[in-house]
Nanobody
Framework: VQLVESGGGSVQPGGSLRLSCVAS????????LGWFRQAPGKKREGVAG???????TYADSVKGRFTVSADNAKNTLYLQMDSLQSEDTATYYC???????????????????WGQGTLVTVSS
């Protein structure tokens, strides 16, 4: 599966952005998708994921501010990010895990494929 992200950019604190990830390839529908991020000097961390039954998983740091959703007909994953904070500045990666879901285990060890990343900068 190939993953292509879009929608990153610069925004002021308190602002919003929406990221998109399009999955393509012969067996794209056999993967579950999610979002990870990596800030400079920090480890890559799971942000949000969605299982085939619609169950969502979020990092504690983004709960209530970020919303993950999927359009299965378009093989597209979205991340709506509201109330952005400077701590959200990072490169955001779309990720795919083979199977029906993350099952609350949104870790890099579960990832089979990565997108190229899109930069989100939150600054005044």
């Amino acid at each position: 599966v190939q993953l292509v992200e879009s929608g990153g950019g610069s925004v002021q604190p308190g602002g919003s952005l929406r990221l998109s990830c399009v999955a393509s390839g012969r067996f794209a529908d056999r993967y579950s998708l999610g979002w990870f991020r990596q800030a400079p000097g920090k480890k890559r961390e799971g942000v949000a994921g969605i299982d085939s039954d619609g169950t969502t998983t979020y990092a504690d740091s983004v709960k209530g501010r970020f919303t993950v959703s999927a359009d299965n007909a378009k093989n597209t994953l979205y991340l709506q990010m509201d109330s952005l904070q400077s701590e959200d500045t990072a490169t955001y990666y779309c990720a795919a895990t083979h199977g029906f879901g993350w099952y609350q285990d949104l870790t890099s060890a579960r990832v089979d494929e990565w997108g190229q990343g899109t930069l989100v900068t939150v600054s005044s």
